[in-house]
């Protein structure tokens, strides 16, 4: 049996470019190794732009070809022209994609060596559909199984994905989500048709995170409007009406972020474009504990 | 007159030095004295069973040693053609050594003699050259420049007729360049050298805290301090021309020391990633793997070649041998370093990706300061993941330390973990400095203190980096391997440092000082003491009056006695008299 193709891909917005360079040359170590103990065949690097200006210039989209090249068989850049979010991105990078998985990263990541083949290893378990990299320094709480790494959602800061589950399932929502709760929309899907998401702590990846003043992950802006809404449309989405209230409750009189996420998803509402399906009012996968989508550690 | 000097040996002299460097030689043979003046070595080179050759331009010198019996060879060192012929004549057969005494620094030129010495070496019979010059580094002639004095004197350390001045460094340097490569040194120290005067200059006198701190801090810098007189002996070799400067553009803006005892993969893997991940590129790793076994050291080995070419170009395993505490690596570690600052992270901490460039940021604003960022606490416990021992965050940040540096509070407690600071290499290369291998624990903490107390300190409230602590009964970490008495034994010994020295704090710290210093109690322990003392004081008046009195009473009786007709039947009660005289002697 052949070892899998990969695809790899990440989306950029305003991302600067020596830290995009910086994630692609992580990257093609780290593919390298992979291939090199015999774990991945084909691979291919695509890169697709949603900023309203290219965040890399010619000499920079030319010095990381060259540095991707040893290790790819192919590198691709598309410059969408539009702003398609997340999910959005994503999807117009994996349409038509013929290979057996699919890793997704964030511009602002970097991998570490052994992160593939981590990750390729773990999805050789075919019951697997995605697996998530551990993230540093700040590492997620959610809780996960440390011996067989399953865990309720998987972030998709960067996670692998099957292709086949993707093919049968689908990838993000980018309907209904644009730049949070499309990762945990999609792990619960595929929980749902069956398939298994897990975590795994050896394959790591650092998600550039700063630390404020406070001691606290600093948030961008789009993160403090993005964040809730993600949660408010999860919450419909999967028919939880209850925590559509009580969440609604608390942004209404929340920071003005919140305010303006609990506006949009009213509107969205009354203009009936939210998703029509209620997919688990019972509760089999989706889980909404003090504000997330998984028991914490801490 | 003669401007030759007529010094005489002595077994407390320099010439015995000298003497001492030449038997440990272990030549034997012709013993040629270069600028020999009076000869004051001649009888002590004898007595070694060695042949005296004394040249000099001076006659004068050369007639007293004629007179004593050795002989002698007119030379003016500008000469050098008659230097050349004088080397291959002095001695019947191979010159066992040359001699330069206090005779370097009058020359304008000394590379010229002293090449001429390396080209004539292998013809007579490469003699060792034995050199003395006064050393212009002594704490004495550093303390005085700080004062902008500089007393030039008839003789001595700052001999008017010197025309060189030699620190070790220039003095190796010269020699070198001449081709002549030190193989045995003996040099000539005081503590008191002729230039401490005058008497009570509060830089000289070692009771001033003032001439303490500078007498430390020259010590530490550099060993000559209290050398007096380099006494040196060489060997001739091919001359190395003096280094060109390396630019401080090509030294990396920050060396950062790992620390690995090679026992935690896993977590070290963690680090590395953090560091590659920097967005300031201009450090260098030195990854110090301190007594970890072969396959620990494979193991690491492994890691890193697998890390992306840059991270593996910047990074340096270092085998550090088993033994020592846990500043053993770091002192090796210092010693390897090429950055412009130096810092610590252990195998188990993480740093965000703005370490480097933070640390970077502060040491534009203020070069040369100790550099300190906050550090965010963690704890992690280990676990067991699915291939082995893992590891996992188990709890939210922690921001435990202050945003800024407070001098006076870290006299009291750490509240900068290792990770949280960088200090300039010129701490510890110029400086003379080391972390303290003798503690256990805490060599963060001293060595900080002593860093923040000559450099200065600049902080950034900004967290760069993560203290992760394992909770207890998981992991090796320091503080479940160290007990808590170890603790305290540490803390005693990095106070007992402080106070063995002046205490150096910035300025405004007067103010912190008399703002925070708890008044009532300062005044109330002074009052206790004033007390204390006020009582001992009454005791000791109340006895003298009680002495005076009793002194009164006697003599009164005495008197009364004396002139008393009874006297001459009262002769037994005079013996009480002798009591009476001791206590008027007293």
């Known amino acids: 049996m052949s070892a899998p193709s990969l695809r790899v891909q990440t989306v950029l917005y305003r991302s600067p470019a020596p830290g995009v360079r910086r994630l692609v040359r992580s990257l093609a170590n780290a593919v390298s190794i992979a291939r090199g103990a015999g774990l991945v065949g084909r691979a291919v690097l695509r890169l697709g732009d949603c900023g309203e200006a290219p965040s890399l210039s010619p000499d920079d989209l030319a010095a990381l070809t060259q540095e991707a090249g040893a290790s790819f068989d192919e590198v691709e850049h598309e410059f969408f022209g539009a702003n398609l979010g997340h999910g959005g991105g994503q999807n117009r990078l994996a349409s038509g994609a013929t290979e057996d998985l699919l890793l997704v990263v964030n511009p602002d990541a970097v991998a570490e060596p052994l992160m593939v083949a981590e ?8 019951s697997v559909a995605i697996a998530e990299a551990r993230q540093l320094p700040v590492e997620h709480p959610k809780e996960y199984d440390p011996g067989s790494g399953t865990t309720p959602w998987a972030s998709m800061a960067c996670a692998m994905l099957r292709l086949d589950a993707v093919r049968q399932v689908g990838l993000f929502d980018d309907a209904s989500f644009f730049l949070h709760g499309d990762d945990v929309d999609l792990s619960w899907r595929m929980r749902l048709a069956g398939w298994g998401v897990v975590h795994v702590p050896t394959a790591r990846v650092f998600h550039d995170k700063a630390v404020g003043l406070d001691g606290y992950i600093a948030a961008g802006a789009q993160e ?27 942004l209404r009189s929340g920071t003005p972020e919140q305010q303006a996420a609990w506006q949009a998803f009213a509107q969205r509402r009354d203009a009936g474009t939210l998703p029509q399906q209620r997919l688990d009012p019972e509760g089999r996968v989706a889980l909404f504990v003090q504000g997330n989508h998984a028991l914490h550690r801490f | 007159m003669s401007d030759t000097y007529d010094f005489a040996f002595g077994e407390d002299t320099v010439y015995a030095a000298v003497r001492d460097l030449l038997a440990g030689l272990r030549r034997s043979g012709t013993v040629l004295d270069l600028g020999c003046g009076f000869g004051a070595l001649a009888e002590a080179v004898a007595a070694l069973g060695m042949t005296y050759v004394g040249a000099d331009v001076d006659a004068d010198g050369l007639a007293a040693l004629e007179r004593r019996g050795f002989a002698t060879a007119r030379l003016d060192l500008e000469d050098l053609e008659g230097l050349e012929r004088l080397l291959t004549t002095a001695a019947d057969g191979p010159l066992a050594a040359v001699l330069m005494l206090d005779t370097l620094e009058h020359l304008a030129r000394p590379e010229r003699v002293l090449e001429t010495l390396n080209r004539t070496a292998p013809a007579v ?21 700080v004062l902008g004095r500089w007393d030039v004197t008839d003789t001595g350390l700052l001999d008017r007729t010197h025309l060189q001045l030699f620190s070790a460094s220039r003095l190796m340097q010269v020699m070198r360049g001449a081709g002549w490569f030190e193989c045995g040194r003996n040099d000539f120290s005081l503590n008191h050298s002729d230039q401490h005067f005058p008497e009570g200059l509060p830089v000289l006198d070692p009771a001033a805290p003032l001439a303490r701190l500078l007498r430390e801090v020259r010590a530490d810098a550099e060993p000559s301090a209290w050398v007096n007189q380099f006494v040196r002996a060489y060997v001739a070799g091919v001359p190395v021309p003096e280094p060109a400067a390396q630019p401080e553009t090509a030294k990396p803006f920050l060396s950062v020391l790992v620390r690995t005892r090679g026992t935690r993969p896993e977590t070290l893997r963690d680090l590395l990633l953090c560091l590659s991940a920097q967005t300031d590129g201009d450090f260098e790793v030195l990854l110090l793997a301190h007594g970890a076994t072969a396959a620990d050291v494979s193991e690491v080995g492994v890691l890193l070649a697998q890390q992306p070419a840059e991270m593996r170009e910047r990074t340096t395993l270092v085998q550090v041998p088993p033994g020592g505490s846990r500043s053993r690596p770091l002192n090796v570690g210092v010693a390897r370093a090429r950055g412009r600052y130096v810092c610590v992270v252990d195998d188990d901490d993480v740093v965000l990706s703005s370490y480097v460039a933070e640390f970077r940021q502060l040491a534009e604003t203020s070069p040369g300061q100790v550099l300190r960022t906050v550090v965010v606490e963690q704890d992690i416990e280990q676990v067991g993941w699915a291939g082995g021992a893992g590891h996992a965050a188990a709890s939210p940040f922690r921001y435990a330390y202050p945003p800024a540096y407070d001098v006076l509070a870290h006299l009291v407690e750490n509240y900068t973990p290792f990770c949280g600071f960088a200090v300039p290499r010129s701490f510890f290369t110029d400086l003379g400095q080391r972390f303290d291998e003798s503690l256990p624990v805490l060599e963060d903490w001293d060595v900080q203190l002593r860093a923040v107390q000559v450099c200065g300190v600049a902080s950034s409230p900004l967290p760069t980096s993560i203290y992760r602590r394992w909770r207890r009964g998981s992991g090796d970490h320091s503080n479940a391997l160290h007990h808590d008495e170890h603790w305290k034994a540490a803390r005693g010994q990095v106070l007992a440092k402080g106070d063995a020295r002046p205490l150096l704090l910035p300025p405004g710290s007067m103010g912190v000082l008399h703002r925070r210093l708890p008044r009532g109690e300062v005044e109330d322990e002074l009052l206790l003491e004033i007390g204390k003392r006020g009582e001992e004081m009454q005791r000791l008046a109340d006895e003298v009056a009680a002495a005076r009195a009793a002194r009164d009473d006697l003599l009164s009786w005495r008197e009364q006695v004396l002139q008393s007709s009874s006297w001459r039947i009262t002769a037994p009660l005079r013996a009480l008299a002798g009591p009476l005289r001791a206590v008027r002697r007293r």
């Open chain 1, 224 to 250: 403090r409007l993005h964040g809730p809404l993600g949660s408010l449309v999860l919450a419909w989405k999967y028919g939880r009406d209850d925590q559509v209230e009580a969440l609604g409750e608390l």
């Open chain 1, 119 to 126: 990750l390729l290893s773990r999805l050789a378990d075919p």
């Open chain 2, 125 to 145: 019979g490469n003699p060792a050259l034995v050199v003395s010059v006064p050393n212009v580094t002594h704490t004495d002639l550093a303390a005085k420049l």
